[in-house]
């Protein structure tokens, strides 16, 4: 299927000139035309839920922030408001390296993996990591089992390790490997 962008698109060659205005040409294309369709349907449904006229108090991003949450992640918030149950409490060596590791040594992408694991997803809600009812929980003494999540619960649930090296292998190969079944 050919589509001309401007008229007469089919005989003007794409040159250093004018590739600007053919890349957004192409861009409103794709975006706009070739999306039509399921835009619309999007729209309509999203509309019934939330009245067109609430829509002009908000800016662009803050609609992008409440539809999709924060991609800002702070993880001090998180360990600041977490709640420990089953044995733990925040002076329990296992929390202490958990959030040793989680803060000060694992990269960003490997803290949106945790996060993932942890609550089934790799955003933060609109009002950041601390608006997030998290648990953390024991999961009976030490073995060779791998950390849990319930993830409707956001609830983490580790062994109590004997060793922060032991802990950081076992979270993540958890957290890299958390797809599919076994989700709780």
Known sequence: MTTELVEG???????????????????????????????????????????????????????????????????????????????????????????????????????KQFLQFATGSDRAPVNGLSALDFNVGRLGPASDRLPIASTCFNHLMIPEYETKDILRQKLMLAIQNAEGFGMI
């Open 9 to 111: 698109g089919t005989d003007i060659m794409v040159n250093q000139d004018n590739k600007g205005e053919y890349v957004q040409l192409i861009l409103e294309y794709y975006l706009s035309e070739q999306c039509e369709t399921q835009f619309t349907a999007f729209k309509r449904g999203f509309d019934r839920t939330v009245r067109p006229q609430i829509m002009e108090l908000f800016r662009p991003e803050e609609l992008l922030q409440l539809v999709c949450g924060s991609q800002e992640l702070n993880f001090s918030e998180l360990e600041a408001h977490s709640q420990y149950v089953d044995g733990y409490t925040e002076e329990s060596p296992v929390v202490k390296w958990l959030w040793e590791i989680v803060i000060g040594e694992m990269t960003p992408e490997q803290q």
